[in-house]
């Protein structure tokens, strides 16, 4: 009696078994070569560096500019030698630390353009010298302010610094539009890939009535993406055609078509997920 | 007691059999039921049938379960007319919506991820 028990309950428990292994070797999914290649990051180590050295330089810039006024207030108030020459050397101190920051920011600005996908390579080539230029006149500067200077001196440093800060300007807020239009370029891309991707995957799943619902909204993404295309060669026309205006104008138009197409991307995405709910 | 009822007037001597009937039946029965109470033997088959019934009826629910999984492809897309797509197909892609979704938050030109720095443009020792 017990012996024929026990083999009940094991023919129970195997078959159980082996029908439940069944089931679950059919339920995992098929390997897949799901690994990525990631474009080979050769300026990140650079941009981890300078990223670095950038936050020393603006801290002690912080200190320096701080200083600064403190002495020069000082002076304001004393009217003493002792104190112009506090003043003096404090002013040199934070004009130096100043361009350091300036010099580092732009170089990890550059470096950052190089890295971004999704520029035209003109007018990465074109931002890239605007920034070796500039750079090159903040290295003039700060030879400048590498001999021990007076107040006279002083005051004409700062003039020609006034002049070269808008140059300055003018280049980095050209790279910060451009590096932006390189992300949603790059986004822009992908999501076209996707999409297709899509659109072959799931074009045998489901029946007749959900390929049709489907196929109406892979029109409807691609219509939203295709769109962008206009947008973003308007931004690029304002790049090429610029050199009348004034660079904040530039800036400002770029971001208002950057946000516009920021915008429809994020609606396009959302499209997409819902397409695999379907 | 049987004297006395029975000098009872009242009463009819044909109901004296009734009153005494109820016992003298159900005395018979009662062996009866004792051996119904099965004896072993019996119970040895009934059970070996009914797990052999349950195994077969497992087997089979089995069988139409691996069954139905190995349907052909245009059997499936029948059964899954209004059901959502196979997790298999979906996950991967939902995970690359994903990916990009977050790869476009970092794109968002309202918040810029290297700023120019603040730095004081008129640094001089003039009065202002």
């Known amino acids: ?23 679950l070797a059919q339920e995992i999914p098929p390997l897949e070569d799901n690994q990525k290649v990631f474009d080979a990051q050769s300026f990140s180590k650079d941009i981890r560096q300078l990223t670095l050295q950038y936050r020393g330089e603006l801290e002690d810039y912080r200190s320096s500019e701080k200083e600064y006024k403190i002495l020069k207030q000082q002076y304001f108030q004393l009217e003493t030698l002792a104190s112009l020459e ?7 101190a934070a004009m130096v630390a100043r361009a350091n920051v300036l010099r580092t920011y732009i170089r990890l600005l550059r470096f950052h ?8 390579l003109p007018e990465k080539q074109a931002a890239q010298q605007n920034l070796l230029d500039t750079l090159s006149k903040i290295e003039q500067h700060q030879q400048k302010l590498a001999e021990p200077l007076d107040k ?58 959900k390929s049709a619902e489907r196929k109406r909204s892979f029109d409807e993404t691609n219509r939203v993406l295709s769109s962008l295309k206009g947008e973003f060669d308007l931004v690029e026309a304002k790049f090429s055609d610029s050199s009348d205006l004034d660079y904040k104008e530039v800036y400002q138009f770029a971001n208002d078509r950057l946000s516009r197409i920021y915008s429809s991307l994020a609606k396009a995405l959302l499209f997409l997920e819902e397409l695999l709910k379907i | 007691m049987k004297q006395s009822d029975a000098q009872d007037q009242t009463q009819f001597i044909t109901e004296s059999p009734l009153y005494e009937k109820p016992t003298a039946r159900q005395e018979p029965q009662q062996p009866l039921l004792d051996d119904e ?8 088959p009934k059970k070996i049938v009914l797990a052999i019934g349950i195994c077969l009826l497992l087997l089979v629910l089995g069988a139409v379960f691996i069954k139905s999984r190995q349907s052909s492809p245009g059997e ?3 059964l899954l007319d209004d059901s959502p797509l196979d997790k298999a197909i979906s996950g991967p892609l939902e995970q690359r919506v994903q990916e990009l979704s977050q790869e476009l938050e970092l794109a968002d030109p309202s918040q810029e991820k290297l700023p120019f720095p603040l730095v004081e443009i008129k640094i001089n020792l003039e009065d202002e």
Do not use: C
């Open chain 1, 86 to 92: 506090k003043s003096v050397r404090a002013t040199q």
């Open chain 1, 113 to 120: 353009l190089l890295a971004q996908a999704g520029i035209e």
């Open chain 2, 76 to 78: 499936k897309n029948i």
């Open chain 1, 152 to 209: 006279p001196s002083i005051a004409n440093v700062a003039v020609e610094f006034k002049e070269l800060f808008s140059e300055i300007e003018e280049s980095v807020y050209r790279v910060l539009a451009l590096l932006t239009v390189g992300k949603l370029q790059t986004v822009h891309d992908k999501a076209l890939v996707l999409t297709h991707d899509m659109e072959e995957q799931l074009a045998t799943a489901g029946g007749a009535l």
């Open chain 1, 1 to 23: 009696m017990n012996w024929i028990n026990k083999n009940f309950l094991t023919t129970i428990i195997s078959f159980l078994l082996l029908t439940h292994g069944q089931a």
């Open chain 2, 37 to 44: 109470k099965t004896p072993n033997n019996k119970e040895f």
